[in-house]
């Protein structure tokens, strides 16, 4: 068996002995990816051998193997299991284009004899495992999934796990929700922790997590998932559904019983009167889909009303009054050729995957990020490794995993680097992240390049070129040697009386800039443009900062206790360069119109409050920066995480209950946990 991800899979075959040789490896993809728990091919790779299979079914439709994979469930790989279901548990047929999409729509037109007059809802499909989950008298008593259709196996061993799927409703409903369980991005990375703390492989994507792990009875560690559902049968015969109910009618009946359902995804379950509306609306969630909190592989579009889908009625695959609209991979498997390392102006040493070029997401990828050393040892990434590859909108392609399985014998550990690749100096290697001994001295030029550009420092004409000129001649060893250069340095390193007179002005003019773009310059790790901004917006002048400790630090929105010892102590380091700063006239303080003493009068004057959760009631709906922006209005300001000095913590309670860790930490602090609701009435005045 070959690995064809790199390789790009045949669009037509040209003989049967083609036509067979395909539909083998279709079956075997399949096969591996049910059976054993990874994949030989990529979804893209496997879906357009599929198309150019079943072309060729369509136009030899006399040699059409009896046991072609693209006529049954699950394409007849997975395992059957023994629990039969309630009602068949189909799959979904699949387009691509909206050309495809009303040729669907003009298909089902044909079927129901006249234009469907119930309408359509568009709902995401998300990529994770298909699972019935069985409810009597309001209990959750078992969990199967999908297997062949007819038959899946029972996975009642996650129950209690899968958020969304609560083991006991408030309701006492007899019923079966039908619907996707899949791990989040968040739920993800938290499972391969698990994983790799018991020494087990991690997941090479959510997707083939989630399977494995509906599959592993006997794990030692349990790993959270989320569960939506799609749909919902009776079960037992007992009455559930509201007669003639259609399917936005039936998942807010499951909605009502307590189990989470497509409408409340981020993306949401949307009710329209036309295709052309759906059409939208696809566009509309396809957009959304780099921000979901959890992977999707299309839109789901269905005929609403119960009368017309029974008309529509099934195929053996699938039914004919719904479909995905797939939508293009974001993951793809390619071959690690190589790792490099840089350094970053912070002196981070990063290293960078060299990948086999294979396209994503509308661009061809070469290369991608790789975090830090732990990560890859953490990840037991091997030079030669066919790895999975994520890539969605703007986001910089990352490698998720290696599939250890494809894993050629010649593959070695990705080697680590034993000094700095920049300038053959030690390596700091405190932190996961390391860094070159020499800190932000080694990658000197990059830094004074970055500090001196438009949105920081802002010295206009001062390009890498003179800066390496100005390094070479010792004139600069730090950001703040820029402040006393003379006119005649500037005139020797750029070269002409004029430039030199002219980049004088503009470091003249560059001391007036403000703390926030001050800071920035230092070069502090994790301290970029919008953190530099919140950090001086939060402290106001440089002595404030420099006399924060890591507890006061956490006040900064987007300073965990991570962060925040990396700053103070990079700021105790940089003591010579800010007093070099200062004594040049550097500005060292932040306007603040918001300050404390000029802040909005109101019911939170002077004190700070933290928001988690998704809020609810009169703030159903209100992201972080509008909770900020009334938190303001309202005289307070936002912290970041909770500690003595947070006034109050807005908390929505959680779906299962359990206190979030920022409740816990609030309780363990002393400090005044208010609910959305109760929160909106304090600061009732200041809403609009
Ligand atoms: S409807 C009878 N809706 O996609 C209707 N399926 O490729 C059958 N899926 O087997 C399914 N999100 O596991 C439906 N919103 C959604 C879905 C969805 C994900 C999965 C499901 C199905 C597979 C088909």
């Given at each position: 068996m070959t690995n064809v991800s790199a390789v790009e899979a045949p669009f037509s075959m040209s003989g049967r002995a083609e036509y067979e040789a395909a539909v083998q490896r279709l079956r075997d993809a399949s096969r591996t990816y049910y059976g054993a728990g990874y994949s030989l091919m990529d979804d893209a790779a496997y879906d357009r051998l599929r198309l150019a299979v079943l072309d060729w079914e369509a136009e030899h439709p006399d040699e059409t193997a009896p046991d072609s994979p693209t006529g049954r469930v699950a394409d007849g790989a997975a395992p059957a299991g023994d629990v039969a279901h309630t009602a068949r548990l189909l799959s979904l047929d699949n387009v691509f284009t909206p050309e495809q999409l009303t040729a669907w729509g003009a298909s089902l037109r044909r079927r129901l004899g006249h234009e469907p007059a119930g309408g359509f809802t568009v709902e995401p499909k998300m990529d994770g495992a298909a699972v019935a989950a069985r409810y009597r008298d309001g209990r959750l008593t078992q969990i199967i999934t999908r297997g062949d259709g007819t038959h899946g196996e029972d996975a009642s061993h996650v129950i209690g796990t899968v958020v969304g799927l609560p083991e006991q409703l408030p309701v006492p409903a007899t019923f079966e929700a039908r619907g996707e369980v899949l791990f989040t991005q968040e739920q993800f990375e938290a499972a391969n922790e698990t994983r790799a703390a018991h020494g087990a492989g991690v997941f090479a994507n959510p997707r083939n997590g989630t399977a494995g792990t509906l599959r592993a009875k006997d794990r030692p560690y349990r790993l959270a998932m989320t569960f939506w559902a799609y749909g919902a049968v009776e079960l037992d015969g007992v009455p559930f559904l509201p007669a003639g109910a259609g399917h936005a009618e039936t998942l807010a009946a499951v909605a009502r019983a307590g189990v989470r359902t497509t409408a409340d995804t981020p993306a949401g379950l949307h009710t329209v009167a036309t295709l052309d509306e759906a059409q939208e609306k696809v566009d509309a969630i396809a957009a959304l889909r780099a921000s979901l909190p959890f992977g999707i592989d299309g839109v789901v579009v269905k005929a609403d009303s119960a009368t017309e889908q029974a008309t529509a009625g099934f195929g053996t695959r699938f039914p004919y009054w719904a479909v995905a609209y797939k939508l293009p991979a974001v993951e793809r498997q390619t071959v690690l050729q190589d790792v490099f390392w840089e350094v970053g102006r912070t002196g981070v040493l990063a290293p960078t995957a060299v990948l086999a070029p294979v396209e994503l997401d509308g661009s061809t990828v070469t290369r991608a990020t790789l975090h830090n050393p732990a990560d890859i040892l953490r990840r037991d990434l091997h030079i030669g490794d066919t790895v999975t590859v994520y890539k969605a909108g703007d986001i910089i392609p990352r490698v998720q995993a290696a599939v250890v399985e494809l894993r050629p014998q010649d593959a070695v550990p990705v080697p680590l680097p034993h000094?700095?690749?920049?300038?053959g100096g030690g390596i700091d290697k405190s932190q996961e992240r390391w860094r070159c001994a020499k800190g932000t001295a080694c990658a000197l030029a990059p830094l004074i390049e970055y500090a001196a550009g438009r949105d920081i420092l802002d010295i206009d004409g001062l390009g890498r070129k003179y800066v390496d000129a100005l390094i070479a001649s010792g004139d600069v060893g730090d950001v703040a040697d820029l402040f006393t250069l003379t006119e005649e340095q500037l005139t020797a390193a750029s070269g002409s009386a004029k430039r030199g007179a002219r980049l004088a002005e503009q470091i003249r003019l560059a001391k007036t800039r403000p703390l926030s773009r001050v800071f920035c310059a230092l070069g502090v790790p994790g301290t970029g443009r919008s953190m530099s901004r919140r950090i001086a917006a939060h402290f106001g002048t440089m002595e404030a900062i420099r006399a924060a400790d890591a507890d006061t630090l956490q006040d900064v929105e987007g300073i965990g206790p991570e962060k925040a010892p990396v700053v103070v102590e990079q700021v105790a380091v940089l003591a010579p360069v800010i007093d070099k700063l200062i004594a040049a006239g550097v500005t060292m303080t932040e306007p603040r119109p918001e300050r404390a003493e000029d802040a909005a009068e109101g019911p939170l004057s002077g004190k700070t409050v933290v928001v988690t959760g998704k809020m609810t009631g009169p703030l159903d709906g209100w992201g972080r920066s509008e909770m900020g922006a009334l938190i303001e209005r309202a005289g307070g300001r936002m912290g970041g995480s909770v500690n003595s000095r947070t006034a109050f913590l807005v908390a929505a309670p959680t779906a299962g209950g359990k206190p979030s860790s920022k409740a816990v930490k609030a309780q363990e602090a002393g400090v005044e946990v208010l609910t959305p609701e109760d929160f909106a009435a304090l600061v009732a005045d200041h809403l609009e």
């Open positions: 000094e700095c690749p920049h300038c």
